[in-house]
């Protein structure tokens, strides 16, 4: 029984955090819940940053994962603005903020999240390199892309992921010139593998964009503090007014290595290593979000997950296993991405390597498919494009581990849920 003399930290205001925070209330805690934000704006979410908001569609305030006033209102002690300098766990204590402050803690939940890889080559210093993880990232990026549209400027994408794709996909929507650099053979390369990267390669070519596949950067030429162009590995120049470093982000683990808890191997994405009940070497602390490694029975291996789906489910089953409820994680893996007309939902782990067979339903040339991943006839993930309302069967697929027939996988007219055996 949780005691209502108990106090709760959660440190890291991103939507786990702040669904966390939500859950533990909902769920009855009549504690103490303190949220520690190392961002002054108010817990948001991270997908509008990249899409809707990136591109004008929706309004700042939309982000928002509750209105300011919720927080007092639920009696939760926000503290924007405030970095975790320190855990003691002996102490069972938290230090934050410039003065120091101690919070003490019963149970602590680091929601820390990720933060963006930095490109390690000469001129990451002029102001026209740019990264997008942050709120004040897409805003100082929209701006950027207004006056890139409206001048015919450049701007050179380091990184062919989902991130760089959908600012590709946003920038040429406000009329800029877009290179992108991928040291790839193709875009997505490692979460689709060739068959599917060449879909997106094609949807973005359609669209003015260009690709330079199998080179890095090397250096971004400028001049008086200014982008002038970028030169890759193969020796050639590009002319550039901006550059987007999209190579991927690198899980905040300091806190928690400092701290003496288990990290993971790079193989396992060096998150902290929790249970499946998101807990970590320390009983009294948990991790979720982008931050946790978590074991996933249904792959049988470690995961960390950076998609808003994991971060919305995780920061939940955190608080409620916090709550010493019977709660264990073991969704299955979901995110979504949308660049010009093309709209898709990604369910399951299918890294490269992982699969030996790609099935398609459905047209790719006309983008408005679902593709399969599947080993040994069982469907590892699948991913519908420009078709809806297929999730639900496509994760019962996947988690029957039922070996389909691909003939049957393949025909449109055959129900997926006819599949599930």
């Not at 503290?79 to 919070?103: M, N, P």
């Not at 062919?160 to 997505?188: D, F, K, M, Q, S």
């Not at 960390?304 to 971060?311: D, I, Q, S």
């Not at 996947?398 to 691909?406: A, D, E, F, M």
Request: charged share 25%; net charge negative; hydrophobic share 40%.
């Amino acid at each position: 029984m949780v005691d209502a003399d108990q106090t709760f930290v959660i440190v890291g205001g991103g939507l786990a955090g702040a669904k966390a925070a939500e859950t533990l209330r909902a769920e009855g805690f009549t504690g103490r819940v303190i949220l520690i934000c190392d961002e002054r704006d108010h817990p948001y979410e991270r997908p509008p940053l990249s899409k809707g908001y990136l591109l004008g569609k929706e309004e700042r305030d939309s982000v928002f994962v509750h209105e300011p006033a919720w927080y007092a209102r639920h009696d939760i002690e926000l503290h924007l603005g405030q970095t975790v300098d320190a855990i003691d766990r002996t102490a069972k204590t938290v230090r934050f903020g410039e003065d120091g402050t101690l919070a003490h803690y019963d149970k602590l939940l680091l929601a820390t999240g990720a933060e963006p890889r930095r490109l390690d080559i000469p001129g990451t210093d002029l102001a026209g390199v740019h990264h997008l993880r942050r709120l004040a990232h897409a805003e100082r990026l929209k701006g950027v892309l207004t006056s890139l549209g409206r001048d015919n400027g450049h701007l050179v994408i380091a990184g062919a992921g989902w991130i760089g794709l959908e600012v590709a996909a946003a920038a040429r929507e406000y009329g800029a010139e877009v290179t992108v650099i991928e040291h790839n053979p193709t875009p997505l390369h490692g979460v689709l593998g060739p068959e599917l990267g060449a879909v997106f390669a094609e949807l973005h070519r359609e669209h003015g964009v260009r690709f330079h596949f199998g080179r890095r950067l090397t250096e971004i030429v400028g001049q008086d503090g200014m982008v002038l162009a970028v030169r890759t590995d193969d020796g050639e120049e590009h002319p550039a007014h901006d550059v987007l470093a999209a190579i991927g982000a690198a899980p905040r683990t300091g806190l928690a290595e400092a701290a003496g808890l288990g990290i993971a191997d790079r193989a396992d994405g060096r998150g902290v290593v929790v249970d499946e009940r998101l807990r970590t070497s320390d009983p009294d602390i948990y991790a979720a979000g982008d931050v946790a490694s978590f074991p996933h029975a249904l792959f049988d291996t470690r995961l960390r997950v950076e998609h808003w789906a994991n971060a919305l489910n995780g920061g939940p089953a955190a608080a409620r296993a916090m709550l010493g409820q019977d709660a264990t994680y073991d969704r299955v893996p979901y995110f979504f991405s949308d660049q010009y007309d093309l709209g898709m939902e990604y369910s399951g782990w299918a890294p490269a390597g992982s699969y030996d067979e790609v099935v398609i339903r459905g047209d790719a040339g006309k983008r408005e498919f679902i593709a399969f991943w599947l080993k040994d006839g069982r469907v590892l993930a699948g991913m519908n494009v420009n078709v809806w309302d297929v999730t639900e069967p496509i994760q019962q697929l996947i988690r029957s581990k039922t070996q389909v027939n691909t003939e049957s996988l393949a025909d449109p007219h055959i129900p997926l849920e006819n599949l599930v055996s």
